[in-house]
């Protein structure tokens, strides 16, 4: 409350006003003051709202109006939450919220969000400032990874021979107890890989969290802080990762994006 | 095999990118700063996107269908021409298969959430609530290491 605050922006905070029986404030994250935000952009909802700060001391909510009658959580609704959180952090510091958080009003986001939290907001700023996350996905080639682990397996190798050319209700215990050695051999696989491409990493992350993984053959599903200026040594290290990975595991490398999984909401 | 770098939600407009909305979804849904006790505004669906994301709970179902993969894996090379070797060693029918489900089940998730975003005019606001708590979790405290956080058990 104390701190002088502006509202930035084209809209007219007084019609927002009229309109605050309808209207909240879909609040993307926290950013410095003096953020330039990316031109045209709109924010999710429909209709969009216009996207801008509201700034307080030397921080600033990254916002934009959204019907509270509309439901929301459309795909475009996410894409539009991460595109622009993520354009935001490709420039500078940001502190990306949890798709979906909506405050009464711009008066609410002032004297709720930013007056109470300034300091520890600006904290966390200046702590990720010159960072950005980077995800490395990588996916098992199901051929490849098959072979392997009938080759490391012999009681596999028995119960792949067991079911060849039976049907399959005839075969249900032996191709469950099948699946279920080569489901254990992938995560086991997993670990492994997922360890050995973070030891190969080092030095190029400040911080790493494993995700889990988002399907049954992924290999890799890691999250990294890394320094913005070092994404290309980054992109270095996992094409050569790629290449010794050919046919094994196809790599991806998202980002950069705003530091979600460095900015974890304490239970 | 391959490496690129792109944003996270890239193909978004386009419609290219195969598991462009999956990768968003896993990252915006349940990760980030979480502030407690805001409008409610009704996110229609999202319970379910967030599970059928994550299909990652080993099942009798997916012990089968691995099975069967390893059943039609000839390693053997006898049975078969050789195009069907080839393909079966490269993973690239079942793989696309994978790919499908996967898609499939974002999709359904994306149908189920229109065919809510209908019904459910939840007059959302829900009482504008009062106090916000915001909790920031310094992820990087101490100096600069490597560090694994153990995976968060939830869901």
């Not at chain 1, 682990?149 to 099948?178: F, H, M, V, W, Y």
Request: hydrophobic residues 40%.
């Amino acid at each position: 409350m104390g701190r002088p605050t502006k509202v930035s922006g084209a809209s007219a905070p007084d019609q927002a006003a009229a309109q605050s029986q309808t209207l909240g404030s879909y609040v993307y994250g926290i950013v410095r003051a003096n953020a330039k935000l990316p031109s045209g952009q709109r924010g999710l909802g429909d209709p969009a709202g216009e996207v801008r700060l509201i700034q307080q001391g030397e921080i600033a909510a990254l916002v934009s109006d959204v019907r509270l009658d509309e439901p929301l959580g459309r795909p475009d609704d996410f894409y539009a939450h991460e595109r622009l959180l993520d354009a935001l952090a490709a420039k500078g510091p940001v502190l990306p919220f949890r798709f979906g958080a909506v405050l009464a009003s711009a008066d609410a986001v002032e004297e709720e969000l930013l007056g109470p939290h300034h300091d520890d907001f600006l904290g966390a700023l200046n702590e990720v400032e010159g960072h950005a996350e980077y995800v490395v996905k990588g996916r098992y080639d199901e051929g490849t990874v098959l072979t392997e682990i009938l080759a490391e397996s012999p009681e596999a190798q028995a119960l792949r021979e067991a079911i060849r050319g039976k049907p399959e209700d005839a075969t249900r215990n032996e191709r469950i107890r099948l699946g279920e050695i080569i489901n254990a051999s992938i995560e086991a696989k997993r670990e492994m890989d997922t360890n050995l491409l973070a030891d190969a990493l080092t030095g190029l992350f400040t911080q790493a969290v494993i995700r889990d993984p988002s399907h049954e053959q992924d290999a890799v599903h890691l999250a990294l802080l890394s320094r913005t200026d070092e994404q290309e040594r980054l992109e270095q290290a996992l094409r050569e990762f790629g290449q010794r990975w050919e046919g094994r595991v196809t790599l991806r490398l998202l980002g950069p994006m705003a530091p979600y999984d460095f900015v974890v909401a304490q239970a | 095999m391959s490496t690129s770098v792109q944003p996270a939600s890239a193909g978004a407009g386009g419609g290219g990118g195969p598991s462009g909305l999956a990768d968003v979804i896993d990252t915006i849904l349940d990760k980030g700063l979480v502030i407690d006790a805001y409008v409610r505004v009704s996110l229609v669906g999202i319970e379910i996107l967030t599970i059928d994301a994550r299909v990652v709970v080993a099942s009798v179902d997916t012990y089968l269908r691995f099975a069967e993969a390893a059943n039609r894996l000839d390693m053997t090379k006898s049975e078969k021409g050789l195009p069907d070797v080839i393909a079966d060693a490269k993973g690239v029918p079942s793989q696309d298969k994978a790919k499908d489900m996967i898609q499939g089940v974002v999709e359904e998730a994306g149908d189920s959430l229109g065919e809510l975003t209908g019904k459910q005019r939840d007059p959302a606001a829900e009482a504008a609530e009062s106090e916000t708590e915001v909790e920031v979790d310094r992820a990087h405290q101490g100096p600069p290491k490597r560090k694994f956080r153990p995976k968060r058990e939830e869901g």
